[in-house]
């Protein structure tokens, strides 16, 4: 048996790379991150006929190998430094020439590679016809024309990649002419390069040149750290050349490099390589659907239309699997505290365990419904319409069309989360947008706050829970996007970035492709329940439960059951005791866990939240609520389950809710209003800080969304209170 | 022939592209799209509040903002 073969993918976004990678891997993938970033590295089995094995990568889709994006980077790290067997490029053949010029440069890197050409269907469709073969003899690497959705042609693509595994032959970088001065200039450096021996364990010399002149600001970095000296000679070489190109011909070295390549693409393809039987501007069926959904008039009103439908569809549907995880978790608490003795293991798994649990997975089917919609949206292609008609609403609060993406990952068609709306923010250069971005996709609301929201909303709503569902989002965005402009006037004043994107064509998406998806997503939220809230609600429990009542306490609750029973021997009956019984049972469990470190704190923050109306109950829930947003909803229901002292008869909290005289519409408003807003959960945090480089802006965020949301959940409640809302 | 800027091409308009006129970052991305002299253009559209503009090219859409467009010269067919 042979050593793992290590296939990585590698193409443009909307090339189909995702989709071949599911189609190869099936189910055997596992989703990481590459070390010090936060971009996704995926990784799957193949099995080959034979029996050999392969890991195949699914490296980030990007449209070139420069260090343009946080994608291009970990793409050519993973390249250069892995090394992988074989490389196959997916293209989209309704799309070549473009698509060829990351090959061209993958080429010009030297790895092992195989074309795909994919989505031939859609080509033949718009009249083009390709030669594969010609392509392959001219490019000199093999090209197989497959369909990534149905897997037509991949065996035959997995052939290749093993016969070429098997060779193993070294790299053989592409050389090609950029013209008389750059190509002068690239063979002095490479030479220079050469001698010194300047890196050229990881890179060939010409590959150096090259990026030195394409002005790429990582491999520059880097060679300044490795030999301050040949990176000078080098910059030298660079800035005369550059002065000389925009004396003679007002350009730069990158664009004359970039002009060569598509040069290069052009001639290979003039030669009976493609042929185009229609107008190259036909309009496609894409095309028409884009007179439609992105018309001046129509597309705005469609679009509110599908974002209010995506959340009919999640909030109803997902209503019945909701109800029966609850059911399922109701009927565990009833057994467990049949099966086992009263005391703190009991209370630790009926009250910590099986409550918290259930009140995070109860929320499974909202977040996979919601995902799935997202899904469709993003896999449809739609998506990248909401940020081509969005951005000139985005940049008028000092934000990009592409922050849309992180917005809506982070919650802004609610259920997102705000760890990889923080990550999606990534796709943005300028790192002051990033940052607004980044700071303020947190306001969204992330599947974690929904379950505070809908409990809210249902208990003192319900009437319109939907239609208030959808103005909290729309206040989510408004709050966001305000926030990001004082942001970008403040301290993140400065320019704007470009706004280059693709509009991929429309796509069905497929079922398979939208399971996968919505099952990582909501996978990584399971996990995160599982691991990190279990742990939190264990902790909070504990919280909760320590230290205890003082001996003297304890016994003055026993002397008053003892007098309250003993006086009821003769005169009351059996039921009137029972209730005063459970009245003094209330008030030891009430007193308990104000005597608790939870309590305490709870206590003692109540000095400054009665302006919002929180009480110390409320107070202990949202300090749970830094840790996991999740954690808000299950930790009320824990302090209202242990106020009750009987974890038996634990009534729904919405009903608890609903009978407690402290509530009333005004508090559920300003308490929505203050989760929505206040300090973003410690994950989010850790995030924030690590995507901008700095705890500053982790901590920054904290003090900044907590103090707006304090003010916020002020004003609703004494306005609503001055209002005469609150009877 | 004269040359106008990206900008000021009309909806359907083609045209093919005689220069880039931008270097960094915006100049590479331009580049890395596809938006190189000698290649032909479209304008597909432009968005509900009349930026950013969707054109074709190489047989793809691609989206830019105005304020981007200005530095691309075009030859209208």
Redesign the interface.
């Known amino acids: 048996m042979s050593k793992t073969i290590t296939i990585a993918l590698a193409g443009n976004p909307n090339a189909g790379k995702t989709t071949l990678f599911n189609t190869l891997t099936g189910a055997r993938q596992h989703v990481g991150n590459y070390p010090g970033v936060t971009v996704e590295k995926k990784a799957g089995a193949y099995i080959f006929p034979s029996g050999e094995q392969a890991t195949i990568v699914d490296l980030p889709g990007t ?2 190998l ?1 260090a ?1 994006s946080v994608e291009e980077v970990v793409a050519r790290d993973y390249l250069v430094q892995e090394k992988p067997d074989v490389v196959i490029n997916i293209t ?1 053949a ?5 698509n060829l ?1 990351l090959s061209t440069q993958l080429l010009e890197l030297g790895v092992p590679m195989i074309i795909a050409l994919n989505m031939i269907d859609v080509a033949q469709d ?1 009249g ?1 016809t390709l030669d594969a073969q010609r392509l392959s003899d001219l490019l000199k690497v093999p090209v197989i024309p497959i369909l990534a959705r149905s897997g037509k042609g991949t065996p035959e693509l997995m052939g290749n990649a093993l016969e070429l595994a098997r060779k193993n032959t070294p790299w053989n970088p592409l050389h090609i002419s950029y013209g008389e001065d750059v190509d002068l200039a690239l063979r002095t450096m490479a030479e220079c390069i050469s001698e010194a021996g300047f890196m050229t364990d990881s890179y060939t010399p010409r590959w150096l040149a090259l990026k030195y002149l ?2 790429d600001s990582q491999i520059q970095e880097k060679g300044r750290k490795n030999n301050p000296t040949v990176d000078a000679q080098l910059q030298e070489i660079v800035a005369r050349v550059s002065a000389h190109l925009h004396q003679t011909m ?1 350009t ?1 070295p ?2 004359i490099i ?2 060569h390549r ?2 290069y693409l ?1 001639s290979v393809l003039r030669q009976e390589v493609i042929t185009h039987k229609f107008d ?2 036909r309009l496609h069926a ?2 028409r659907i ?2 439609v959904l ?4 129509l ?2 009103l469609i679009m509110l239309g599908v974002l209010l439908g995506l959340y009919k569809f999640t909030f109803t549907y997902s209503a019945l699997p909701v109800a029966w995880i609850e059911t399922f978790f109701g009927w565990l608490g009833t057994i467990l505290s049949g099966l086992l003795p009263d005391g703190h293991l009991k209370s630790m798994l009926i009250s910590g365990v099986i409550d918290g649990m259930g009140g995070v997975l109860g929320f499974v089917p909202l977040i996979m419904f919601m995902f799935f919609g997202i899904a469709i949206l993003e896999d449809s292609g739609y998506l990248a319409r909401v940020a ?2 969005m ?3 985005f ?1 008028i609060f000092g934000l990009h ?1 592409s922050s849309v993406m992180a917005y809506i990952v982070s919650g802004g068609i609610a259920g997102g989360c705000a760890v990889p709306g923080v990550m999606a923010a990534r796709t943005l ?1 300028s790192p002051r947008e990033r940052l607004a971005t980044l700071l303020t996709v947190s306001f969204m609301n992330c599947g974690a706050k929904l379950p505070v929201l809908a409990l809210l909303t249902a208990t003192f709503f319900s009437n319109n829970q939907a239609q208030l569902m959808f103005l909290l989002t729309l206040l989510a965005w408004g709050v966001a996007l305000t926030a990001a402009k004082v942001l970008r006037l403040t301290v993140l004043r400065g320019e704007s ?9 429309y796509r069905f998406p497929t079922f398979r492709g939208l399971l996968i998806h919505t099952w990582e997503r909501t996978w990584q939220y399971i996990k995160k329940a599982g691991t990190t809230i279990l742990a939190i609600s264990i902790l909070i429990w504990a919280m909760m439960t320590f230290p205890g009542l003082p001996k003297s306490e304890e016994e003055f609750f026993a002397q008053q059951r003892q007098e309250v029973t003993a006086s009821a021997d003769q005169t009351t009956e059996a039921l009137s005791l029972k209730e005063k019984l459970a009245a003094i049972d209330t008030a030891q469990a009430g007193s308990s866990l104000r005597h608790s470190l939870a309590g305490r704190i709870g206590t003692a923050m109540e000095s400054v939240s009665w302006l919002p109306g929180f009480d110390w109950r409320t107070n202990i829930a949202l300090v749970g609520g830094f840790a996991a947003k999740e954690v808000i909803v299950t930790t009320l229901g824990t302090a209202y389950s242990l106020g009750e002292t009987d974890p038996e008869a634990n009534g729904s909290l919405a009903e608890t809710l609903a009978r407690d005289p402290h509530w009333n519409p005004v508090v559920a408003l300003a308490l929505i209003v203050f989760v929505m807003f206040y300090a973003p959960c410690f994950v989010t945090v850790v995030c924030i800080s690590r995507e901008s480089g700095s705890w500053k802006w982790g901590v920054f965020s904290i003090c900044f969304n907590t103090g707006f949301a304090f003010l916020l959940a002020t004003l609703v409640y004494q306005g609503g209170r001055a209002l005469g809302f609150a009877g | 022939m004269p040359t106008i800027l990206l900008r000021e091409m009309q909806k359907d308009q ?1 045209g093919t592209i005689t220069a ?2 931008v ?18 253009i ?1 304008i ?2 432009r ?6 503009v ?1 054109i ?10 105005n304020s ?1 467009a200005d530095y691309i010269e075009v030859e209208p067919a």
């Open positions: 449209y070139s420069t343009y989209d309704s799309n070549l020439e473009r010029y718009r083009i394409e002005g007002e730069y990158e664009a970039a002009d598509y040069g052009k190259i501007d894409s095309d884009d007179k992105t018309n001046r008039f597309g705005p081509f008609m951005d000139r609403v940049r069309g250069r970035t470009p706004f280059v994107m693709e509009l991929p064509p | 083609s880039v006129k270097g960094g970052e915006l100049g590479r991305r331009i580049r890395d799209m596809g938006i190189v002299p000698g290649t032909r479209t597909m559209g968005a509900p509040l009349y930026d950013p969707a074709r090219i190489m047989g793809g859409t691609l989206t830019l903002r981007e």
